[in-house]
């Protein structure tokens, strides 16, 4: 999931710290990435090789993504299936017209963040080498709203594995990560990123490090908080960091920068890892210490995916009955280009919460000078944040601070998985607004702060040919699902045409801007929104009606069910009843994250070592993400910090006819009504005194 889009390094694999035997002592092996010897069967390595005794290259970094289909290109081998322009796609059917949509289910912000969290645990293509292929941008489509001076979408292919992409061989891709569920993205694939992460000398032994991971003053350490910036470990530094690429904050995957929550979750994994050695008795060696706390944040991480993340978006996955040694755990390609791009979850702003007084006057006047609004509820401080400020801005995390980050991902839930993407990925992903327009970040306004387009939806669609996936029905039929026989079929809906409406050319619907418009919103319950009311519009829509269904504007521009892109038949799918996934999707994660669980030797249910730390030291992996934020920081969180509220109307917002002397309560305060009317939701009890008469505080 959320997985974005930039300029990486791949990282190569050359030593593994091993945990030896029951005792938790601990030693740095090397090995021959050729060989794969597996001196010590007790290890989880840095780069996930020895996980598989029988096949050690399995789950290793800088292998080839699986296929669960055959990798399909235009001539067989390497050349991209053609189709519409992505672009043309994407402002179709993507395209948000800046109306928010929230999880049905009520799943926090959490289920993207952790998401992409995960996604940068278990993959990342590698980029190095490719071949430029910019996506056309037509500055002259009807329904395009945003200028771009590059004059293209910059869309990069990804390189051919070796000895692929050639001759009868199809083209295949490298995953430089580790394809295992291992806290790799904290420490990092090999042991020159680990050891200056740790606390002590750099100087290419381990020996003599520290047990805990460096932090600078609580945050995650910068590039150049050893001194020399050009020594430390690379990390990923576009957008806002482009300029001053040193003072990015360093984790064990390159991509920690890239939003601020990203930032912060890191950031909290690495204070776990402190609070566990420091709970560890003081006898014990550093690396003894060391080894223990990453095996333990390693379950830590699994158990919250499992137990938490995947049930909160309503996925079941089969019964664990044990690790087996024929299951292999390597990420396939259809997971990772396809089923795990959920960037329709990601929501277009961040809200951190933080008491009154957290943030002095001076702190919070430079905020709102940046473009955040401040908002003063119930004796707290929230602070809206446009995704795009988010955007590799460590400052900006340094001086919110990590707590009212992390509170801020629970309170609210997360935008619909639907064909839906927020015009902060769809259009001005990772760009940097013109100056002079700090109000207009957001919103309808978007298109006034930016000159280029970056669009994630498209570069999704085009990343699904670069990489040869099946077209949707063969990817359906790879999964065990029948094949779609028409555009309501895939949908859900009960047309495929355009309406006979007066505000849609007759002559060229699929190009009149208005059949995008939304004419209908319903909150949770299935009440209708009123468009009209901003306050309802913002933040109590779940599903949306427009002008035209998904299945017309699909047809259009594919013309033949049977042609559709992966990607896009995927996301226009209907969710059964209870699941935040369509049919497609649900199968594609089903499938992979059964193999991750099922082909990991150290999954947390298979492991004895960490029975064994539990015993000696008392430290369980056991713990929910809340306890774990409550735990390294000051910030007080639902115990279940996967699921908020379902956006529903209260009955005093939803049109209701109010006769003298009815009686609501609203917000824990009782009023009574001082004159007839019908209820709006802009017309709440304190801001209409006209109305309303309180008569308890």
Known sequence: MARLTGAWLPMAATAALVLTGSAGTSAATPFDDTVLACSDPAARTLDGSCNNLVHPEWGKTNTEYLRVAPARYADGVARPLGGPSPRYVSNRLYNDTSQNLFSERGVSQWGFVWGQFMDHTFGLRQEAGGENAPLPFDRNDPIESFRNDLGSIGFTRTPAAPGTGTGTTARQQLNTVDSYIDGSSVYGPDTTRLEWLREGTVDGNLANNGARLLLDRGLLPRRDSRGDASKAPIMAADGRLQGTPGRAMVAGDVRANENMALTATHTLFALEHNRIVNALPRTLSAQAAFDIARRVVGAEQQWITYTEFLPALGVQLAPYSGYKSTVNASLSNEFAVVGYRAHSFIHGEMEPIAPEGTYTDAQLKAFAAQGIEVEHEDGEVVLVVPLNMAFFNPDLLAGIGVAPVLRGIGAEPEYRNDAQIDNQLRSVLFQVPVPGNPGCLDGPQLPQCFRGVVDLAAIDIARGRDHGMPL??????????????????????????????????????????????????????????????????????????????????????????????????????????GHELGELQEAIWKKQFENLRDGDRFFYSNDPVLQDIQTRYGITYRHTLGEIIEMNTNAEVEDHVFLSDIPILPAWANATAYAVNDVIVYRGSTYVCRQAHRSQLDWTPPVTPALWRQVTP
């Open 472 to 577: 949707y029905n063969d990817l359906r039929r790879a999964y065990g699902l029948a094949p779609r026989t028409s555009f309501t079929a895939v949908t859900g809906e009960s047309t495929s045409s355009f309406p006979n409406d007066p505000l849609i050319d007759q002559r060229d619907p699929v190009n009149d801007p208005n059949i995008i418009d939304f004419v209908r919103l319903r909150d949770g319950a299935g009440n209708i929104v009123p468009l009209d009311v901003p306050d309802a519009a913002e933040t109590m829509g779940v599903t949306g009606t427009r002008r035209s269904s998904d299945a017309a504007r699909l047809s259009a521009m594919y013309g033949d069910v049977n042609k559709l892109d992966s990607f896009v038949g995927m996301s226009a799918e209907p969710h059964r009843s």
